[in-house]
């Protein structure tokens, strides 16, 4: 703690507090709105317009610019959503379980996204829509991980226990994380190996590597906007007998 | 740090590293079921199945790739840079089919050590460049090799 700047600290003290948080992300949605919206118009033009085809692929590679940080988003998600439930678990922080919750439809979707595009992209260049590879399968089960606390979390009517629950379930889950990134290099897989995480240099040409890097930030602050969205509607409903809410609603009804 | 806090956080730590020791003993005790393909290598010296079918990947070597006969049959030869396999396969080919990629073979081996596929598919590899890039590499690889 000591190591941590005091602002800094004060500033997590405060987003803390559900009343705070609320007000806070709605003065800085129409920043993130911007910032998603000019990385989104100069990712997909960078990679569809300006980056040229590839030696192998030709154009059929630009699925690259959904599918790879749709799926970086998949594993990045994954892990806010079990340390979120970490520290709700632990120093039983309402937003935190709030933050959890509110994460997995998000990583959800975008690790559907990722197999669909996978399969759209596997069928014209491997020969096949689906194969039981270690990645391919790592991949499915995160999926199913995400779709496994949405349904623990909606079936248990007490959201305190139920936050609890989900949270274990994610930390177990977390395990699959590193299985997935080390399964193309542990295990012979059809999936090729690491492009841009690899400890020398990506194994792609730069000017394709920039637009993929705009996309994938892109996708960074769309999680973001939509994490705070969610967050915000999980707050009201969770917090709707409390004061800072009923006196919200009275002002806005005045 | 408050204890009730401390003892969670110790029960939580324990709870991931007790499930990550647990699913690395699990994976290792089916590492050879979670291997994707048998490298040629592994063919060669009898550890893949004899009479089942089983996945077979390598590189197809450069110049290997004959159509004997008017068919749709295909004959190419397999590497792991260390042993070779003969594949037949009768067949429509992917489109990153070539001589010098990587291939993963679904079929089984005939008596004669050849291995009669069912279906081909095309492994890719991981780089990503321009044609030209990948042109101007190859030459300048050629000068080296030829000084």
């Known amino acids: 703690m000591f190591l941590v700047p005091d602002i800094v600290v004060r500033f997590f003290h405060r987003m803390a507090s559900p009343p705070h948080f609320y007000a806070f992300t709605q003065r800085l949605m129409p920043w993130l709105g911007t910032v998603f919206v000019l990385l989104t118009l100069a990712?997909?033009?960078?990679?569809?317009?300006?980056?040229?085809?590839?030696?192998?692929?030709?154009?059929?590679?630009?699925?690259?610019?959904?599918?790879?940080?749709?799926?970086?988003?998949?594993?990045?998600?994954?892990?806010?959503?079990?340390?979120?439930?970490?520290?709700g678990l632990i120093w039983r922080i309402k937003l935190a379980e709030v933050?959890?919750?509110?994460?997995?439809?998000?990583?959800?979707?975008?690790?559907?996204?990722?197999?669909?595009?996978?399969?759209?992209?596997?069928?014209?260049?491997?020969?096949?829509?689906?194969?039981?590879?270690?990645?391919?399968?790592?991949?499915?089960i995160l999926l199913f991980l995400y779709l496994g606390v949405i349904g623990l979390y909606g079936a248990i009517d007490d959201k305190k226990i139920a936050?609890?629950?989900?949270?274990?379930?994610?930390?177990?889950?977390?395990?699959?994380?590193?299985?997935?990134?080390?399964?193309?290099?542990?295990?012979?897989?059809?999936?090729?190996?690491?492009?841009?995480?690899?400890?020398?240099?990506?194994?792609?040409?730069?000017?394709?590597?920039?637009?993929?890097?705009?996309?994938?930030?892109?996708?960074?602050?769309?999680?973001?906007?939509?994490?705070?969205?969610?967050?915000?509607?999980?707050?009201?409903?969770?917090?709707?007998?409390?004061?800072?809410?009923?006196?919200?609603?009275l002002e806005a009804d005045k | 740090m408050k204890p009730a806090r401390k003892q969670r956080l110790i029960l939580i730590s324990l709870m991931v590293i007790g499930v990550a020791i647990a699913t690395g003993f699990a994976l290792k005790s089916?590492?050879?079921?979670?291997?994707?393909?048998?490298?040629?290598?592994?063919v060669v010296a009898g550890k893949a199945p004899k009479d089942s079918l089983f996945r077979l990947g390598g590189m197809v070597i450069k110049g290997s790739v004959e159509r004997p006969g008017d068919g749709m049959m295909v004959r190419f030869k397999l590497t792991d840079f260390s042993k070779e396999v003969t594949v037949e396969y009768t067949g429509i080919l992917p489109d990153l089919f070539r001589e010098g990629q990587g291939i993963v073979a679904h079929g089984k081996l005939n008596a004669q050590g050849v291995f009669i596929a069912e279906e081909v598919l095309a492994k890719h590899d991981e780089n990503y460049m321009p044609p030209e890039v990948k042109a101007s590499l190859k030459t300048k690889s050629l000068s080296e090799k030829g000084q």
């Open chain 1, 43 to 87: 990712g997909l033009y960078g990679g569809l317009y300006l980056a040229p085809a590839d030696y192998q692929q030709g154009d059929s590679y630009r699925i690259i610019y959904i599918h790879v940080p749709a799926a970086w988003m998949s594993l990045f998600i994954y892990i806010v959503m079990a340390t979120a439930g970490a520290i």
């Open chain 1, 99 to 140: 933050v959890a919750i509110s994460s997995a439809p998000i990583g959800a979707s975008f690790t559907f996204i990722a197999l669909f595009t996978g399969s759209l992209w596997g069928k014209p260049m491997w020969g096949t829509w689906w194969v039981w590879d270690a990645r391919l399968t790592s991949e499915l």
């Open chain 1, 163 to 249: 936050s609890k629950a989900v949270a274990i379930l994610a930390l177990v889950g977390v395990v699959n994380i590193p299985i997935i990134h080390y399964s193309v290099e542990w295990w012979n897989t059809l999936h090729q190996g690491p492009t841009v995480t690899k400890m020398d240099k990506p194994s792609i040409h730069v000017s394709m590597l920039i637009p993929l890097l705009l996309m994938a930030l892109s996708f960074k602050s769309y999680y973001l906007i939509a994490l705070m969205q969610r967050s915000r509607i999980e707050l009201l409903k969770r917090e709707r007998n409390s004061q800072w809410v009923k006196t919200m609603i």
């Open chain 2, 30 to 42: 089916f590492n050879e079921n979670l291997m994707y393909f048998f490298s040629t290598t592994d």
